[in-house]
């Protein structure tokens, strides 16, 4: 733009000779909302850069001063001063389970759904009102508080077909908490970020990918294997990163329904991992929340710690998942070559 | 043909522009309005080929007597073994109809030009004989269309498209490497998954019959979106003629195009003519005149006029037929 601008006049005419700058291409001759605008757009941005700065900033000087890297690998202990009650080594623990089981469950979900509807849910009036149907379906979860989510949780997994997943309690009832109870809830918290995120890439490929594999006497399948999913990957990485920090991020499904015991308390007796699973926890959103001055734990200075823990967590997380979206996409041409075996 | 007589300047086949044409880019080998003190040899009442005259607003009737149908089928015949047979094929949009009971038959080693005004049903038409129609819903389809003496209704869908190939407007390479582009249109045709090292010689020779493989061999696993436009159309050649199919279908093929791509294209399609039946919808009366050897001429869903290209062009025995290859609407 500027080097246009400065370039000569050309023309033999030499009516102008210092190089002019045509009118709106200089702030100086915006129009007064142009101006507004602009100013209004800068603060908003600044001020929000500003409000990330200073969580990131006072967490982390906060969170750093107390962290040692002792506090990651040792288990949290029951006492009453700061200085004996351990690490959040089960926290962590607790929240990388929780992502996994949510994730797990959430992504199937969620891409066989999208897929339904962007591939399959064409035509015919009745599955055209289904789609819709999916669709708000997935609007209303997705606009649930977890709070409710975490209530309507432990009403299901205490019925009594569901004792599998979480351990009874003495009297022979149900608790309803366990890590599958949780993560199967938190699984629908992940769900609808992870939904819109594959079904907005499938919609953004072009018809004539599809239409180009069906030419070669492609069936759906192998069309929606090879050609629709190798090029909505980056869109499914940015939906599990979505997914992941919503999990990661929520406490009332884990404060209701992973029992909020401060150690991993496998449920006696069964198989190593599954054990495991069906007992109740705790998470690192839990843990900060009872140790902060607000919770019974009075350990604000661990909480702190685990905060900052929880907060570079997300943050690699995001880099981690934009990279990967970022790298597929520079080799787009190569997406698919790794799905050919 | 006197060409010299009245475009002395240019010996050369369509480089005379004419200034009363609204396209002033094509031109006419030969312009009936100019010439004709010899008149062409009336063509043999036995073997004329099909033409409707159009009054517009009214559906239009066929000019010729049904009894002649046989032998209009038989004299087409004469230049190769026939591949797609169409009989009172007629496609419909819910209740539009966009083909309107077309009869053609397409051999192998010619190319059929489907020319005509758009919106006149050419890409249905063309679209319907690997039944992509189906894929929209609202699309139906009568009469029959037999491949190689099989009714194309009565096989599946996947095995008739790896049969009728079909290279689109838009070059639409798939987001993959070169290599995988063409081995995708060949993995899975077989139960068996082939592997890469016997993949490998057929995806060379598809792409060499596509004249793309000197410019590719370097680095066949580079992205094929990296390519140039006419690069990835030629690709799609290559993915398209892999399986070997019998009839390839092309929809304007070269009008994302530059010239020089354009001309690689055409030369492309004289060479694939020999192996198999070459349909191309097409916009570029130049590029009808430059690779077909029959015509088919349609409008508002109605085959009008098919014939050899040269009659079509020089000859044509509808009035509408003409006033299209002049230039005249469209």
């Known amino acids: 733009m500027s080097s246009f601008a400065s370039e000569p006049a050309l023309g033999a005419s030499g009516l102008s000779s210092a190089p002019r700058r045509g009118r709106g291409s200089s702030m100086r001759t915006w129009r007064w909302s142009d101006r507004l605008i602009w100013l209004a757009a800068w603060t908003a941005g600044l001020l929000l850069c500003a409000v990330a700065a200073a969580i990131v900033l006072y967490m982390g000087y906060r969170g750093v001063q107390y962290l040692r890297p002792s506090l990651l690998f040792s288990h949290p202990q029951p006492s009453g001063n700061q200085a004996g009650s351990g690490g959040f080594l089960d926290p962590l623990l607790g929240t990388a389970l929780l992502t996994f089981i949510g994730i797990l469950l959430a992504a199937p979900l969620a891409i066989c759904s999208a897929l339904w509807i962007v591939e399959y849910g064409h035509g015919g009036r009745t599955r055209q009102a289904l789609t819709r149907i999916v669709e708000s379906s997935i609007e209303i979860v997705a606009g649930t508080p977890d709070i409710l989510i975490a209530v309507f949780g432990v009403a299901i997994f205490q019925l009594h077909f569901l004792r599998f997943a979480s351990e009874g309690s003495e009297g022979g009832g149900v608790t309803g908490r366990s890590f599958l109870a949780a993560g199967a809830m938190m699984s629908l918290i992940a769900l609808p970020p992870l939904f819109v995120a594959t079904r907005d890439g499938l919609q953004a490929v072009p018809t004539h990918m599809r239409e180009a594999a069906f030419a070669l006497g492609k069936t759906r399948i192998a069309t929606i294997r090879r050609v629709l999913l190798p090029s909505v990957r980056p869109n499914i990485a940015t939906g599990v990163t979505l997914g992941i920090s919503r999990i990661i991020a929520d406490t009332a499904i884990v404060l209701v329904l992973l029992g909020d015991e401060l150690r991993l308390s496998p449920h006696p007796g069964g198989l190593p991992v599954l054990n495991v699973l069906r007992g109740a926890g705790s998470s690192l959103t839990s843990y900060v929340y009872d140790n902060s001055p607000a919770g019974e734990g009075g350990a604000p200075q661990k909480a702190y710690a685990a905060a900052v823990v929880l907060l570079l967590f997300v943050l690699l997380l995001n880099l981690a998942v934009e990279w990967i979206a970022r790298h597929q996409a520079r080799s787009s041409g190569s997406v698919a070559a790794g799905g050919f075996v | ?330």
């Open chain 2, 1 to 330: 043909m006197n060409e010299l007589e009245y475009a002395p300047q240019a010996p050369t086949r369509g480089t005379t522009p004419r200034a009363h044409s609204p396209r002033a880019h094509i031109t006419y080998v030969d312009d009936p309005l100019s010439t004709s003190p010899q008149a062409p040899a009336e063509p043999d009442p036995q073997i004329v080929p099909p033409v409707r005259t159009i009054v517009l607003d009214r559906a239009p009737e066929p000019v010729r007597p049904p009894a002649q149908r046989e032998a209009v089928r038989r004299a087409l015949e004469a230049d190769g073994p026939e591949r797609l047979r169409l009989e009172d094929v007629s496609v419909a949009y819910s209740a539009k109809t966009a083909v309107r009971s077309v009869s053609l038959s397409i051999h192998q080693g010619e190319v059929l030009a489907l020319i005509g005004p758009s919106g006149c049903g050419k890409t249905t038409l063309l679209r319907t004989l690997n039944r992509l129609t189906e894929l929209t819903p609202s699309a139906t389809r009568s009469g029959r269309i037999v491949l190689d003496g099989h009714d194309i209704h009565d096989l599946e869908d996947t095995a008739l498209r790896a049969r009728v190939a079909m290279v689109f407007q838009q070059p639409n390479p798939f987001p993959m490497s070169i290599f995988d582009n063409v081995a995708f249109a060949l993995r899975e045709q077989s139960r068996r998954r082939p592997r890469r090292p016997e993949l490998e010689p057929l995806v060379i020779d598809a792409l060499r019959r596509a004249g793309l493989y000197d410019e590719v061999k370097d680095d066949l696993h580079r992205p094929a979106l990296r390519l140039s436009g006419g690069q990835q159309q030629r690709l799609c050649i290559a993915r398209a003629i892999a399986p070997r199919p019998e009839v390839l279908l092309m929809d304007e093929p070269c009008s994302a195009l530059d010239p020089i791509s354009t001309g690689v294209i055409e030369e492309l399609i004289h060479e694939l003519r020999r192996e198999l039946a070459v349909v191309i919808v097409t916009h570029n009366l130049a590029q009808a005149q430059r690779v077909a050897d029959k015509v088919a001429f349609m409008y508002l869903g109605d085959l009008v006029e098919y014939g050899p290209a040269q009659q079509v062009f020089e000859d044509p025995r509808a009035p509408r037929t003409r006033d299209y290859v002049r230039g005249a609407f469209g």
